[in-house]
């Protein structure tokens, strides 16, 4: 099975992490100021490199147009939304003060989770703190020593992550290559096995196979664990996900999870499932037990997210519409360009310098695009990424495709338009 490899010996996106450009074997330190030398050595390579990251805080009052953040529906300074954050706050204040289990579970949770459910199709569902812990739950709570998971070579950090810490058998499958997962099922012997992947990718903004891989499943008997975070509000019958699209959401060997920090708007994770999976989860993933609660101000947003979703289905499909009159435009701009089947579109670039030079003149021009390098990028190809926004004008669609065409010379990207 491919195995994408760090550079840096730093494990950030990819499966596996290989010191390439510095040596992971530095001399151990005498202690004193020496102890963490061996940082100033990495820090220095990844700037060679091209893979520096930075911190940058956003301004409330910004003019700048964002097509990095995940906000695919528009709702996350919707007035709805944030009011109901607001009176929530006023209400039960600024945290949950607890775990799930003790203090930090208010009738706003268990509303948020019953309507989640209900929107999605799925018999039950349990909210974390984020759409990370969501994944890490779910994955290490339904395997362990002993089990075996397949998972697709390009899903998200978090799902690696779980696998990592299952401490599970671990094959990875080419992308979205049904008949690697197949065999791996067939292959693994009498062990209980789940296979993991993301609905759409997130760098590409592609789409599994669910029903397929469904299928390999239930002919072997394993489970199917489907991260729809970047389907959930863009894909599927008004927005309720790629995995209910596929027509599985209620298939009893099915487990979705999700975030709320996308399509609503919000912050915060959750898992939907079969109701005996939700309960196993309640008494067993680590997350959800010794992690705080999320704040009541989160899941008093995404309740207003999802009303709202259901009171206007058009959205995800404006998304979709943006998404292709991006793309669209781009190709004709002369660009390498995905075919979106969500709200993301991925834009290639010739290497790592040359998209973080691209990117940060887009910004200089008031165009905020997503970089993705190496190691994020599972197939270690950057790229800018492109997020589509229902509510996105045409003029600002016109203004994105006109600034990302500019900036592109002096970054050293060369168009070759139609």
Not at 69 to 90: E, F, I, P, Q
Not at 322 to 329: K, T
Request: charged share 20%; proline share 4%.
């Amino acid at each position: 099975m491919k195995v994408n490899r760090s550079t840096d010996g730093t494990l950030v996106g990819g499966w596996e992490t290989q010191a390439v450009t510095v040596s992971t074997t530095e001399a151990i330190s005498s202690g004193g100021e020496s102890t963490f030398d061996w940082i100033d050595v990495r820090s220095e390579a990844r700037a060679k490199a091209g893979l520096t990251r930075r911190v940058r805080p956003r301004q409330a009052d910004s003019t700048d147009l964002d097509l990095a953040s995940n906000d695919y529906l528009g709702l996350a300074k919707d007035k709805r939304v944030a009011g109901a954050a607001a009176a929530a706050t006023l209400k039960w204040g600024a945290g949950s003060t607890g775990s799930r289990l003790v203090t930090g579970s208010t009738e706003l949770h268990a509303e948020l989770e019953y309507e989640l459910a209900n929107f999605c199709g799925a018999q039950s569902a349990l909210v974390f703190s984020s759409g990370y812990a969501a994944n890490l739950g779910a994955v290490t709570a339904l395997t362990g020593p002993g089990t075996a998971i397949v998972a697709d070579q390009h899903i998200h950090a978090s799902l690696i992550d779980g696998t990592r810490l299952s401490k599970a058998d671990v094959v990875v499958a080419d992308h979205c290559n049904v008949g690697k997962v197949r065999h791996a099922l067939e292959t693994r012997g009498k062990r209980r096995a789940i296979v993991v992947t993301d609905s759409v990718f997130s760098v590409d903004g592609d789409i599994a196979p669910l029903g397929e891989l469904h299928e390999a499943c239930r002919a072997t008997g394993a489970a199917l664990v489907v991260d729809d975070a970047h389907g959930l509000g863009v894909v599927g019958p008004g927005g309720r996900g790629a995995v209910a699209e596929a027509g599985i959401i209620k298939a009893p060997d099915v487990i979705t999870t999700l975030t709320l920090s996308k399509s609503l708007g919000a912050q915060g994770g959750a898992v939907l499932g079969p109701s005996r999976v939700i309960k196993h989860l309640i008494d067993t993933a680590r997350t959800f037990i010794f992690d705080t609660g999320l704040a009541p101000s989160s899941a008093a947003a995404a309740l207003a997210a999802i009303k709202i979703l259901r009171e206007e289905p058009d959205r995800p499909e404006r998304a979709l519409t943006v998404a292709h009159e991006l793309s669209n435009r781009l190709k004709e701009a002369g660009f390498q360009v995905s075919t979106p089947t969500a709200a993301v579109v991925s834009v290639r670039a010739p290497g790592p310098e040359q998209a973080f030079r691209w990117a940060e003149s887009c910004r200089t021009n008031g165009v905020i695009v997503g970089c993705f390098r190496p190691p994020s990028v599972p197939d270690q190809i950057s790229r800018l990424r492109l997020t589509a926004r229902a509510d996105l004008t045409e003029a600002d669609i016109e203004r994105a495709v006109r600034v990302i065409r500019e900036c592109a010379a002096s970054a050293g990207v060369e168009s070759r338009p139609r």
